[in-house]
């Protein structure tokens, strides 16, 4: 059974302080890892997605990087509007590809000015 | 484009009582979910579509039917609501869910419902 686990479950930064946050999985066959950002109150919205070991994609103040059991996803000089909650998923390969996402609890992040 | 939206975006039932929440996309998009957000569950998989006129079930299905008789809507049904189905309720779509520039889902902004 695929699993995602993310931690921590909250982070509270000052402006400028910069820190990471992680996400572990087990899967049987990683086709992709994804990270989305949800505001209060609305749908989560994509960000990344990562496909294989050793690969990184930024975005602004965000970097996503991913290994064969856990991906990061670091925050550079956080600003107050950067407070959400960050969810980490994955997609298994196999023959029912009908995109299922195994998604984490999340990680509440909060950036005091 | 208005992307996925959902109606209603708030709804309080009694137990027993039925409702249909409805999802729309505008994108074109082959696949279609619906979702539920509990505290400290994470999102779950409830039912999902790969076509017009094709349902099949996901992780927690129980309780819950859905139809998908256009290809830009998809339904989800409680024919009777238990407290157990409060939660908030999302709906996502993707173009195709093989391709590996098309996983992304793109998620509705929620239907929070309540049962008593």
């Known amino acids: 059974e695929d699993q995602v686990t993310q931690s921590p479950e909250a982070l509270r930064l000052q402006e400028g302080e910069s820190s990471s946050l992680n996400c572990s999985y087990t899967?049987?066959?990683?086709?992709?890892l994804f990270w989305y950002r949800q505001d209060p109150g609305k749908g989560p919205e994509f960000l990344f997605t990562?496909?294989?070991a050793g690969e990184e994609k930024e975005k602004e103040r965000l970097k996503a990087t991913l290994t064969k059991k856990e991906s990061f996803l670091h925050i550079t000089a956080p600003k107050p509007e950067d407070s959400a909650t960050y969810l980490c998923?994955?997609?298994?390969?196999?023959?029912?590809?009908?995109?299922?996402?195994?998604f984490g609890q999340g990680t509440i992040l909060t950036v005091h000015p | 484009n208005a992307g996925v939206t959902q109606t209603p975006k708030f709804r309080v039932l009694k137990t027993g009582q039925s409702m249909t929440l409805l999802c729309a996309q505008d994108?074109?998009?082959?696949?279609m979910y619906w979702y539920r957000q509990d505290p400290g569950m994470g999102l779950r998989l409830i039912h999902y579509?790969?076509?017009?006129?094709?349902?099949a079930k996901g992780e927690v299905p129980d309780g819950y039917n859905v139809s998908r008789l256009k290809k830009q809507n998809f339904l989800l049904g409680l024919e009777s609501a238990a407290p157990s189905q409060t939660s908030v309720y999302f709906c996502?779509?993707?173009?195709?869910?093989?391709?590996?520039?098309?996983?992304?889902?793109?998620f509705g902004p929620g239907t929070r419902l309540t049962v008593l």
């Open positions: 994108m074109n998009h082959e696949y």
């Open positions: 998923a994955v997609q298994a390969k196999g023959g029912t590809s009908y995109g299922k996402l195994t």
């Open positions: 996502a779509s993707t173009k195709i869910a093989g391709g590996p520039s098309y996983n992304e889902q793109f």
């Open positions: 579509s790969v076509g017009e006129g094709t349902t």
């Open positions: 899967v049987s066959g990683l086709r992709g």
């Open positions: 990562l496909y294989s």
